[in-house]
Each structure stands twice: as C-alpha cells, then as structure tokens.
C-alpha cells in the first residue's frame, strides 16, 4: 500500500478532522435552512440568528453582519470572564455560520407558507445543530450569551438559554406579529427534538427488564434462541422481601415476539417490562466509534 493512500486513511480516521467536518456541515446546514425557510418568512426561534431577523426586518441590515457583530464580542467577553472552556471550534463556529448565511443569502425561499417554513426549518436546524454538537463544538450565539447570564446571575445554564430565547422570540412577537411568535416557538420545539434524533441517532432497539424465579432457564434460552446476552442482577421483592432475580437483555425490535414467546414457554408468571434503549453501544450493536 502507497504512503499517499495510508496517509488518506489516516486522515479520514482523525477525530479531530470528524469533528470539524460535523461543524462545517452542520452550519451549512442551518445557514441553507435559515434562507430558504426561516429568514424570508420572518420566523425568529431564538438564538443570535433569530435576533439577526428581527434586525433585518427593522434596520436592513444582513443577518450576518448582525451575528458576527454579536458573535465576536461575545466570544472574546467568554473567553475573558470564563476562560478557555470555548476553545478553537466554538470559535471557528461563531466565524463560519454567519459566513455561511452570507454566502447562501441569495438561495431562493421554497415556501411562503409559515406553517411548512416553521416545520421544516426547525427539522433542517436541529440537523445543522446536532452535527455540530457531535463535532463538540458550538456556533456561539446564545450559548456563550446563556452562560455569562449564569455567571452573573445565578439563574441556571438551561434557565438561562430558556430566557435568551424568549427574549428573542417575544421580540419577534411585537416586530411580525403574534402569529409568527407561535410559528418560532414551533419551529423550537421541533429543533430541539431534531438535536435529539440526531444525537442518539435513528436507529431503536429494545430493552427487557424480566423479574422471575427461573433466571438459569430462561437466560439459556435467551442465549442459545436470542443469541443475545443477558445480565442477570440479585434484587429483594419490596412487599415479600423475599429474593428475586432480574434479567435484563437488550435486543433489536425484529425479536420482541420471539423473546415473549420464550418468556411464555419457561415462566408464564413472569414480570416483564419492555422499553426502548437509543444507540446501543457494544458487542452486536452499534459501534462506539
């Protein structure tokens, strides 16, 4: 094998080239989503961005010069009060989205319906966002502005991005109307579960937790049927105080009737319960890498 191509798998096997590859894509992301469904249409949902709407609308100014203008001081005073805790990508975030907005501020808008424009921009930042949280990075914005707030204030880290937000979206309340407040704060919320999905990714599996008196039987089972493993933990009934044994197994959603069917088979009487486990980590399941 050439240097040149072990020099490409190194490369694409760096964490740190990953991680700035989320946060470029990420913003990207949300600077397209900005454009074409949010901006347009005057849906603010928080945030420096939402802030740079607000401004356009009254001043003309373009949202990007807004963010930078925010951007920066607001890294820099970070970086003073709380120290180095941002580092190198928080700051390439603050420089590079706005950058990004400037670039595709031309992009045609798709819809003119605050409704969709809301939904799916809510869905296209929650991507852009989620990558750049899995670069661990950050774009600035209302993060930095949240935790000097905390500094000062006391109030807390969650309470205080809660209250920036609200900030900017009452603010778009008086400047576009009411109505576009309540398409933002839809567009929030679908943001923020967006970040969710693409944190723990799409993919379910299934956790079983079986209390019963035949661990040995039914662990076999599972283990030759199931081919899964299973944990096995000692526990005390709270009302018989007597010994019990809980299994606990983890599998995909395809074999939740094959698992009932050998829960059925061994211990009728068993206790089971059945949830969903998101990104499964290990052996047989999702890699950590």
Do not use: C
């Amino acid at each position: 094998m050439s240097q040149h191509i072990k020099n490409r798998i190194k490369l694409s096997n760096n964490p740190h080239l990953n991680e700035y590859f989320y946060l470029i894509s990420g913003s990207l992301i949300v600077a397209i989503t900005f454009n074409v469904f949010l901006n347009p249409n005057g849906i603010a949902p928080g945030g420096i961005s939402g802030l740079s709407t607000i401004v356009q609308f009254k001043l003309g100014i373009e949202p990007a010069y807004t963010q930078w203008a925010l951007n920066i001081p607001l890294f820099i005073a970070g970086l003073m009060i709380l120290g180095k805790r941002f580092g190198i990508k928080t700051f390439v975030g603050s420089i590079v989205l706005p950058l990004f907005i400037f670039l595709t501020k031309d992009f045609e808008p798709i819809t003119t319906s605050l409704l969709l424009a809301s939904v799916y921009g809510g869905v296209g930042v929650g991507i852009g966002l989620g990558l750049v949280f899995r670069g661990k990075a950050s774009t600035g914005g209302t993060d930095l502005a949240a935790q000097l707030l905390h500094k000062f204030t006391g109030i807390s880290l969650g309470g205080a991005i809660l209250v920036m937000d609200g900030l900017v979206v009452f603010t778009a309340g008086v400047v576009f109307g009411p109505e576009n407040a309540l398409y933002a704060l839809i567009s929030l919320f679908i943001t923020s579960k967006t970040i969710d999905m693409v944190q723990i990714g799409l993919s379910y599996a299934k956790m079983a937790i079986i209390v019963s008196d035949h661990k040995e039987k039914l662990a076999q089972a599972i283990l030759q049927e199931l081919d899964r493993g299973v944990t096995i933990v000692n526990a005390t009934g709270g009302f018989t105080g007597n010994d019990k044994h809980i299994l606990m197994v983890v599998f995909p959603q395809n074999e939740i009737t094959k698992l009932k069917e050998i829960i059925r088979s061994i211990d009728p009487d068993g206790f089971v319960i059945v949830s969903n486990a998101h990104e499964v980590l290990g052996k047989g399941f999702k890699s950590h890498f």
